[in-house]
Nanobody, 125 residues
Framework: VQLQASGGGMVQAGGSLRLTCVDS????????KGWFRQAPGKEREFVAA????????HIADSVKGRFTISRDNAQNTMYLQMNSLKSEDTAVYFC???????????????????WGQGTQVTVSS
């Protein structure tokens, strides 16, 4: 089971990036998915989650208003659009999927089943 994350890179503060996470090996159409990040020396933290239908989202306060999460179940793909990036957004970003189907976006933090390999986002000030 794999989740392939991509789209990271280096950008100046105020810039934008879009991260992509694709299901590989199996599909998670009915599962909540989300993004977490881990900065050097810090614990992994929740960023955003989207419900299995793509109609509900849960966003961390630290990125609310700047980041948008979405998914395309037909393409087995999830996205994280990151705008107005700040230096404190620098981290490795991991995509994740719930342990079982039909878990809400709000509950993903407590029920992560699988992790992607991570993609580095570096924001220079």
């Amino acid at each position: 089971v794999q989740l392939q994350a991509s789209g990271g890179g280096m950008v100046q503060a105020g810039g934008s990036l879009r991260l992509t996470c694709v299901d590989s090996g199996r599909t998670f159409t009915n599962y909540a998915k989300g993004w977490f990040r881990q900065a050097p020396g810090k614990e992994r933290e929740f960023v955003a989650a989207v419900g299995w239908r793509g109609q509900s989202a849960h966003i961390a306060d630290s990125v609310k208003g700047r980041f948008t999460i979405s998914r395309d179940n037909a393409q087995n793909t999830m996205y994280l659009q990151m705008n107005s990036l700040k230096s404190e957004d620098t981290a490795v970003y991991f995509c994740a999927v719930a342990t079982k189907p039909y878990i809400s976006a709000q509950s993903l933090m407590r029920f992560v089943g699988y992790w992607g390999q991570g993609t580095q986002v570096t924001v220079s000030s």
